[in-house]
Every structure is written in structure tokens, then in C-alpha cells.
């Protein structure tokens, strides 16, 4: 690496590589992940929405690490879209993109 003077702007800046979560905006992956957290998400709900009182030890502790999955997931859809649209805040496609995850996400 080639050692630039502080306050260089005309030094290209990093990329990351993002590959590693998703090949882009429109890959299937993307779409089937979030459709697996709202069916997930749905169904957690009717199970256990009004009955945590009455959930054994077992069962609790279920619902927690199903949970946690949910959010697990929808944390590297979030973090694939606010780092793609960090990478470049200028393309209103990017910003989309991310607030359209951040919406679906909620």
C-alpha cells in the first residue's frame, strides 16, 4: 500500500466486498431470507403472543433461540443494505434499497 498524504482525496477509497452476505440488491437469497424471517417472525407470534406465562423452561428457551435466528437473519439483510448504501450515499437506489430493508425489516 502506497502511503498518501493526509487530506489526499484523489486516493481511491476502500470497497468492501460484500459478497460474502449477498451478490447484490437482487439476489434471490436476499428476498427468500426475508420471507423466511416474516414467516418465522408470524409464526413465533401465534405460538407464544399471550402464553409466556405459561411456557415450560424448555419452550422459553426455544422461543428465545427462535427469536434470536429472526434476528440474526435480519441483522445481515440490514447490514448488507446500510453498508451498500454507506459505500456510495450518493445513488438513491442504494438509499432505497436500505430504507425499503429497514421498513421491511420493522
Do not use: N
Amino acid at each position: 500500500m502506497t502511503h498518501m498524504p493526509a487530506g489526499d482525496i484523489s486516493a481511491p477509497l476502500p470497497e468492501w466486498d460484500l459478497t460474502d452476505l449477498y451478490q447484490g440488491m437482487d439476489d434471490p437469497q436476499l428476498e427468500s431470507d426475508l420471507q423466511a424471517a416474516m414467516h418465522e417472525s408470524k409464526a413465533l407470534e401465534t405460538e407464544v403472543k399471550g402464553h409466556l406465562a405459561g411456557l415450560s423452561g424448555l419452550q422459553f428457551a426455544d422461543a428465545i433461540l427462535r427469536f434470536e435466528r429472526i434476528y440474526e437473519s435480519l441483522g445481515k439483510i440490514l447490514s448488507y443494505a446500510q453498508l451498500l448504501h454507506a459505500a456510495d450515499v450518493a445513488c438513491s437506489e442504494r438509499g432505497r434499497f436500505s430504507q425499503t430493508m429497514q421498513e421491511r425489516a420493522t
